[in-house]
């Protein structure tokens, strides 16, 4: 069974500064990896999607990275700002969920940049 | 665009009560999908939808009933409410024509349920 971990639970960093949030996940066969943030009250908003076959994906101020054979992905956030303020959280999909066919996700690590 | 839409937003019922939530998109999605998120378990997938007239269990589909209606819509019926039940509960879509999450899924805003 694939399980998905995000430590810390929670991170609090002054404004501006460059930050790394870490996922790990237990079976490295997987098809592909996402990030989401979560604002409190609300739904998820897709921030990237990496495929198997890629190492990185940016998108503005955030670059996730991908490390199959290790179990880890990492998502950096350049300049924090306080508009980052949110839970990120990843979620993989894999071989082992294969025949019922869902995305296995953390429970999240919850940012607060501090102004 | 309004994205993913759905209702309602709150919901308090007593044990026993039956339900529906609804969930709308307009990105002319194939797939759409209902989960439920609880503290300290994640979000787990209840059921999908590949197309119209489609449905697939997920991971905990048990005391819930679905409905892909057209494209546009996907409904989701508890039977006969359970405190278990309690819980925020999303929904989403993604162009994917499987039904399998190899696209970006997009989210509504949940419903968060209280089952007494």
């Known amino acids: 069974k694939q399980e998905v971990t995000q430590i810390p639970a929670a991170l609090s960093v002054p404004e501006g500064e460059n930050l790394v949030l870490n996922c790990s996940f237990t079976d490295s066969a997987i098809y592909n990896l996402q990030w989401f943030r979560q604002d409190p009250g609300k739904g998820l908003t897709s921030l990237l999607l990496i495929q198997s076959s890629q190492r990185e994906q940016t998108s503005g101020r955030l670059n996730a990275s991908l490390d199959k054979s290790s179990g880890r992905s990492t998502l950096y956030i350049a300049a924090s700002q306080p508009g980052d303020s949110a839970t990120y959280l990843c979620?993989?999909?894999?071989?082992?969920?294969?025949?019922?066919?869902?995305?296995?996700f953390g429970t999240g690590t919850r940012l607060t940049i501090i102004p | 665009n309004a994205g993913v839409t759905q209702t309602p937003k709150f919901q308090v019922l007593k044990t026993g009560q039956s339900m529906t939530l609804q969930c709308a998109q307009d990105?002319?999605?194939?797939?759409m999908y209902w989960y439920r998120q609880d503290p300290g378990m994640g979000l787990r997938l209840i059921y999908y939808s590949a197309s119209e007239g489609t449905t697939d269990k997920g991971e905990v589909p048990n005391g819930y009933n679905v409905s892909r209606l057209n494209k546009r819509e996907f409904s989701l019926r508890l039977e006969s409410a359970a405190p278990s039940q309690t819980s925020v509960y999303f929904c989403?879509?993604?162009?994917?024509?499987?039904?399998?999450?190899?696209?970006?899924?997009?989210f509504g805003p949940g419903t968060r349920l209280t089952v007494l």
């Open positions: 989403a879509s993604s162009e994917s024509s499987t039904g399998w999450p190899t696209d970006t899924q997009y």
């Open positions: 979620a993989v999909w894999g071989a082992m969920n294969f025949g019922n066919e869902k995305l296995t």
């Open positions: 990105m002319n999605h194939n797939s």
